[in-house]
């Protein structure tokens, strides 16, 4: 029988989720969904059985027409003011922490049912800013997963970076001490660590004196999800196409806001109300384009905003093997599969990219060393493999050796070793 201890660590991640547990003496991540070791952070509350859904079962109750509510990218919320509002919930209203806690406390059965023990002491992942120059903003984020930690039955709490529970990961994996610099591009934040990694980093119990910089920003993949939804979907809907002022006198581009929030995971929902249908109807009445708006109204009143965010995403991720795919909207309107190019997408992040550097480069900075010193670069995230965002790490350290670390389970294996740490 594998060795049980009542401790894991928990990667809480915006786009996807694992937690990982301790097995023959070694950090393994648990199953979280049938035979996957990952989770999409994804929460559907079926109105008919009053019943929430996860993962990947939640994203297809929704494609497959369920009557309910879609909740992604959660962690997003975290330290803005949505986590004191509540939320419709069919008929009811909930509070955005409830929801939080709903799927935190899925992901801990999960470990406990893999497991087959209780759990109550946990290292949860963090990024190095929830929320970028605020530093109150960012302290409370931090409380308020603490807080509903404690409330899904977790005693004992502990946090870790990320890009240092990468690194903890990584130390499994070398012979000799390093300088390195872990890359950690997450779906809402982007972290940046130098770090002395060697063989049995793991086991020291104070590594202050091996973390030599930790700095991160608030960009991650659904910011490249959304700019790239702006760029290649949503003109099909009407954005960046005229209208008629109010007065019919001035041509002026339809207003953006709508386009904005249907290209942001944690926004689409607020879209589905009377109002926003209406401001849409009054748009399309002095609308040049009267049958682009037609679509959209199409897509808003059968509630399917998440379902076209996905496709955006299923289009950027393959144009990481491809420079060029087919974006699927033909559940908007038939045979509406728009062809769209690497360099669309090239173009709509370069902005974003260009910030992700900038932040690396501080990070170099602040531990007072150059590119030149740098043994190693750990890549981990998703967004690591967008070739272009890659490549322009690549172009700042032309010597380092590249090592790609598992995108979607490092984090949550550092968390685990360093829960072994603190509590075993």
């Known amino acids: 029988m594998p060795t049980l201890t009542p401790f894991c660590g928990l990667d809480f991640g915006t786009s996807n989720s694992t937690i990982g547990t301790w097995q023959n003496n070694a950090p393994t991540l648990a199953y979280v969904e049938n035979s996957h070791l990952t989770i999409p952070s994804a929460i559907f509350f079926d109105f008919e059985t009053a019943t929430p859904h996860f993962g990947r079962t939640a994203i297809a109750h929704y494609y497959n027409g369920k009557d309910g509510r879609l909740m992604r990218a959660l962690k997003s919320v975290l330290g803005t003011p949505l986590m004191k509002d509540k939320t419709y919930i069919g008929a009811n209203k909930i509070l955005f922490t409830e929801v939080l806690g709903t799927f935190i406390k899925h992901l801990k059965t999960q470990a406990e049912n893999f497991s087959q023990q209780s759990i109550e002491h946990v290292v949860l992942g963090r990024p190095v800013f929830f929320i970028d120059n605020n530093p109150t903003a960012d302290k ?30 990584y130390e499994q994996h070398i012979s000799e001490e390093k300088l390195a610099l872990i890359i950690d591009l997450g779906g809402g934040t982007s972290d ?19 973390i030599l910089s930790s700095i991160g920003i608030h960009i991650g993949g659904t910011d490249f999800d959304r700019l790239f939804s702006l760029a290649a979907a949503m003109p099909h ?3 960046g196409s005229m209208m008629k002022d109010a007065f019919g006198i001035k041509e002026i581009e339809v207003p953006s806001p709508i386009f904005r929030d249907l290209a942001t995971w944690q926004k689409i929902n607020s879209l589905y109300t009377p109002e926003t249908m209406h401001t849409v109807k009054s748009i399309q009445h002095t609308a040049y384009k009267k049958d682009l708006l037609q679509r959209l109204l199409n897509l808003l009143e059968r509630q399917e905003g998440h379902k076209l965010a996905d496709e955006v995403e299923q289009a950027k991720i393959n144009l990481t093997d491809t420079i060029e795919t087919h974006l699927n909207m033909a559940f908007i309107e038939e045979h509406l599969t728009p062809t769209v190019a690497r360099e669309t997408l090239n173009n709509a992040i370069q902005q974003k990219t260009e910030q992700l550097v900038t932040t690396c480069k501080q990070a170099l900075t602040l531990a007072n060393v150059t590119a030149s010193q740098v043994d190693s670069i750990f890549f981990t995230g998703g967004s690591t493999a967008i070739p272009t965002v890659r490549q322009a790490f690549l172009n700042l ?23 072994h740490r603190k509590f075993a």
């Open 140 to 169: 409370e984020a931090q409380n308020t997963l603490e807080q509903v930690a404690k409330e899904q039955g977790f005693k004992h709490i502990e946090f870790q970076y990320e890009p240092v529970a990468a690194a903890l990961d």
């Open 192 to 210: 940046f660590s130098v770090i002395r990694v060697s063989k049995n980093g793991h086991n020291k119990a104070d590594r202050s004196q091996d």
């Open 237 to 239: 809907l009407g954005h």
């Open 397 to 419: 350290f032309p010597t380092a050796e590249i090592v790609d670390g598992n995108r979607f389970g490092s984090v949550g294996i550092g968390l685990t070793l360093e829960a």
